[in-house]
């Protein structure tokens, strides 16, 4: 009597709660090396179960090596199996932060995504899906469907007047993951990058974790200071956002740019460009991409995460020709490739022009929430605030001149349910930004938006910074 | 005079034709510091365009920098602007091998897309798609959606008698990408890992990518000696195939599973356990993975890339509970989640239990390829080779004992269309298993396996191999 107790009642089919229980039997020391086994007519028997139930828990049990069986004698159990056994240790989840209830939700780089032709995005990917051919389903390359690129191409130059071949874009899961593969390339044992300080903190999470020293370069209202390059003492590559700086929202101005390249240059470094917004400028056209000036030197990062939406897992970089082998090379090592039919759907979204549309919609409606934003903090604050940087984006960096956001003033807002984040939190040196907010405000209605800068308001009195 | 050319056919639109005329001839200095531009009317009249257009121009201009206007003066260019011009190289395109005409495919890994339901998944697509709520277009997390693991737990459950929370299963973007993950987590700074040698070539490539320095474990027909893991001075995590060693076809005995536990557990080591195909086994059941052993101790990699297909990038990781938190900020900020369509489609195709119907299908269409190949082997060769490790899996290991396959062989194979792959491909130490071929079947026709084999004694005999 091995003492097995089945579950009729259970997916999992009898045979396999058989081969369980005698598995965790001979694991646990209770059946021991050697010792023989009930046949399998004895214990089918037992189990009030068919032998042939038995035999497959038995074959099993043998193809793994737990057990032995020879013709004539007995099934026995094999040598070396016992394993001390292990509790699972408690209370293993990871634990979110207790939810805090927040009712304007002021974070940056959300897009309205209540806005996105999700009926018609449902129709192209239907329609793509059923066209797919069956090579599609395969391995389709590291590079991205070639139709794609033919339409980012063809998207860039009509709006951004980008000449670029489909041959030097390469397809990714967005701005980070192709960051990460450029880290990759560039950033190996330890190397040095120059990024602009305040800049994004997940992307210099992402630098960091890599392993790369990180040298930062300061920033004013124009965007990256290139003086300071001239007095870096060890150079890297240099990562910069020129079109719209984060977060501060400078335009980097020509002669910059200009600077920029011929550092660059002077000292064989590449530039990677991240343009993870500027599809969204109100007082004019976009702000063309400093890869323009030399497409063999810049590395443009483009994202459609914010122009669509940020579930597709879709961006692209753009690359020089002597890093695209090492580029597939290491896509190909790391993840492979996009999935299919995301590429398809806005293949077709991009070429029947429905993004072109959705974005001078979302241009138009992001505009008229930034003027909302503004004309509120003027009632609020009157001429005791700055907004820093270009009319461009989803957010907007306010400075209070004299005030200073400490903890106490962002817990304050937490516990009123108003999120809003520091630009300090962006800063790689601390100290120098503490007068200034980032307000996210893209995702948010008219409503919401005043609310919240009236909630900002009584905060900010109340705490008498 | 600038010497500016429009052309009215371009998509390209006029104002930014000039505007691009104008800083190529500024960058290229031929408009040069200081020097005054036409006023927009002039411009306009010279070019035959509306004013506004030569505005946009020159708006844009300005906020780039490029140009600076100040009031009751002429527009001037801006200083600091010339950069020495580079001609782009030329033939810059990645090329590819001369394509060869291959008329037996021979490739391992590869499942047989043809037989994959697509309509039905095409209906599924559409259905999800239909019913994804708004939040599934924003971010939707590091680990995937809650209701994929809850069908992926099940699956595993009914499957293969796998008793895991959803909890502790984390999507990826297929094994591969889990592969590159784990590598981040546990392989930092040069630390050794202990892999089979032989093992897949890719995966190896990942782990020397992380920079990883690999000590090889020798493989026997039941997988990784795991005797010689006493034998090693410099210890760390242990990368496995246990249900089914790629390529040899092993299937790691229970005594060796738990020497490799103790072996773990005492050298305080994780065990990365790569189950990239066990769902397809001839001869029984599919093998007990060896993460039921012990949950945090060994790390499981599965892939839906082999069920289902390729191109669909998503695969999942069961992790000890000490790695989660470590491994879900990673993923935020290597490439921060799957799309989430594909997710939510995988989801239905697990609930109405599709997969379980298509693999089971796939199991007999693969078992009797296999069996196809056996035969024809046999009928071509007698009796002199030997097929290696457990009927499983989409390819089998053929040993020719006696023989020696080298370059010229393969050289010849693919000058007569066969594509084939050499197990020495797969080793890290060379010359220990040159009597030895892969044939992957899964993919392939019976006639076409059959003139394969053909083929293949041809070659043997005309080289006198």
């Not at 780089?109 to 239907?126: E, I, K, V, Y």
């Not at 899961?173 to 330890?190: M, Q, S």
């Not at 920033?219 to 300071?228: F, I, K, N, P, R």
């Not at 002597?322 to 299919?340: G, M």
């Amino acid at each position: 009597m091995l003492g097995i107790e089945l579950n009729r009642k259970s997916e999992l089919k009898l045979w396999r709660q058989i081969y369980q229980a005698l598995k965790d039997l001979m694991l646990s020391g209770k059946l021991k090396a050697g010792e023989a086994l009930p046949s399998t007519r004895e214990l089918a028997r037992e189990l009030n179960v068919s032998r042939n139930t038995v035999c497959e828990a038995y074959n099993l049990l043998i193809a793994e090596g737990f057990i032995i069986s020879r013709q004539g004698t007995h099934t026995r159990v094999s040598d070396g199996l016992f394993i001390e056994s292990v509790e699972p240790p408690l209370s293993p989840k990871i634990t979110n932060n207790a939810a805090l209830s927040i009712s304007v939700d002021f974070r940056t780089g959300r897009p309205d995504l209540s806005q996105f032709p999700r009926f018609l995005w449902r129709q192209l990917l239907h329609k793509v899906s059923e066209e797919l051919p069956l090579e599609a389903f395969s391995y389709t390359g590291p590079q991205g469907l070639p139709e794609l690129r033919r339409e980012i191409a063809a998207w860039l130059f009509r709006n951004r007047g980008l000449n670029v071949s489909p041959d030097d874009i390469f397809i990714t899961a967005g701005a980070t993951h192709g960051l990460n593969l450029i880290a990759d390339i560039l950033c190996r044992d330890n190397q040095k990058i120059l990024i602009e300080d305040p800049c994004h903190i997940g992307m210099l999470d992402t630098f960091i974790n890599k392993g790369c020293s990180i040298v930062p370069i300061p920033v004013d209202t124009e965007g990256m200071q290139t003086d300071y390059l001239l007095r870096c003492q060890k150079t890297g590559p240099i990562y910069v956002t020129p079109s719209h700086q984060f977060p501060l929202g400078g335009i980097l101005p020509a002669s910059r740019r200009a600077a920029l390249v011929r550092f660059a240059r002077e000292n064989d470094l590449y530039i990677i460009e991240d343009d993870y917004d500027s599809e969204f400028r109100y007082s004019g056209k976009p702000i063309a991409p400093l890869y323009t000036i030399d497409p063999q030197r810049v590395i443009y990062v483009g994202t459609f995460s914010k122009v669509a939406f940020p579930a597709l897992r879709i961006g692209y970089v753009i690359l020089p020709h002597r890093l695209q082998a090492r580029w597939c090379d290491l896509r190909t090592h790391t993840d492979v490739q996009n999935p299919s039919f995301e590429q398809a759907a806005l293949t077709e979204f991009l070429r029947t022009r429905k993004l072109d549309r959705h974005v001078h919609k979302m241009r138009k409606i992001y505009s008229q929430r930034r003027k909302v934003l503004l004309e509120s903090l003027e009632e609020a604050f009157g001429s005791e605030w700055v907004a820093y940087g270009d009319s461009a984006g989803l957010h907007v960096a306010i400075d209070f001149p004299g005030m200073l956001f400490g903890e106490a003033f962002y817990n304050c807002c937490l516990q009123n349910g108003l999120y809003i984040t520091p630009v300090e939190s962006h800063c790689i040196e601390k100290g120098r930004h503490q007068s200034k907010l980032l307000i996210g405000y893209g995702h948010l209605e008219p409503d919401v938006i005043r609310n919240g800068v009236v909630l900002l308001s009584d905060i900010i009195k109340k705490l008498d910074i």
